[in-house]
């Protein structure tokens, strides 16, 4: 089993739609979760962290439930900039800062 | 101000040949990481410096990786005996100690 898993879609969304991606993971002693946006060919970039008490930030959300060991992100009124790969990230649980990641959920917004 | 660089932004070789992959990371930043990213596939951790040691390199798949970093600043990735297996992205990134990681545009590595 994956330590980190994601739906790789394509999730294919018309603009200003409403769309969410869930992530699961192994290792119940994860200190840290994170989800990156990749543009294709570009390295990746940070999104937003997620915390036990769910954050907002604009149009996206980030919930993390550690008792399913899941982590979600919600994206309201989705843009055409919202194209992108989208990395579901757990840190290492002994602490050293190294990231696992997902596969990645590609979505496209359609016009 | 300058983000993570790495150099070449691509290299082709031949199976069986040496390469060496450059990191330049942000300024002041103590912890340096690479990944390897395959196509379809998330960045897979490789190894891990903190300051001039290498603090964490399970990730290397193998005896024909090596990285340093002599000084605490740049580092170099150096594969031995290249494979075509070995074609992918290779992502440095920085950080500040326990902060988020930045990540350079890669290098893709084509094995033929």
């Known amino acids: 089993r994956k330590e980190v898993e994601q739906d790789p879609g394509p999730f294919n969304v018309p603009e200003g739609a409403t769309v969410a991606f869930n992530c699961t993971y192994s290792?119940?002693?994860?200190?840290?979760f994170f989800w990156y946006r990749q543009d294709c060919r570009k390295e990746p970039k940070l999104l937003m962290s997620?915390?036990?008490s769910g954050n907002e930030d604009g149009r996206f959300t980030a919930q993390l439930n550690r008792a399913s060991q899941y982590i979600s992100l919600l994206i309201r009124d989705s843009k055409l900039s919202d194209s992108a790969t989208y990395l579901c990230v757990v840190n290492h649980p002994f602490g050293n800062e190294k990231l696992t990641f997902g596969t990645g959920t590609r979505l496209t917004i359609i016009p | 101000g300058a983000g993570v660089s790495q150099t070449p932004s691509n290299k082709v070789t031949e199976k069986g040949k040496y390469v060496e992959l450059r990191c330049d990371p942000i300024s002041g930043h103590t912890a340096l990481y690479w990944y390897r990213q395959s196509l379809g596939q998330g960045p897979e951790f490789l190894i891990y410096?903190?300051?001039?040691?290498?603090?964490?390199d399970s990730g290397l798949p193998n005896d024909r990786f090596f990285a340093v970093r002599p000084e605490g600043s740049v580092s170099t990735l150096k594969i031995q005996r290249t494979e075509r297996g070995d074609s992918a992205v290779y992502l440095c990134?920085?950080?500040?100690?326990?902060?988020?990681?930045?990540f350079g545009p890669g290098t893709r590595l084509t094995v033929l």
């Open positions: 990134a920085s950080s500040a100690t326990s902060g988020t990681q930045y």
């Open positions: 997620v915390y036990s």
């Open positions: 410096f903190q300051g001039t040691g290498a603090a964490d």
């Open positions: 290792n119940s002693a994860s200190q840290s």
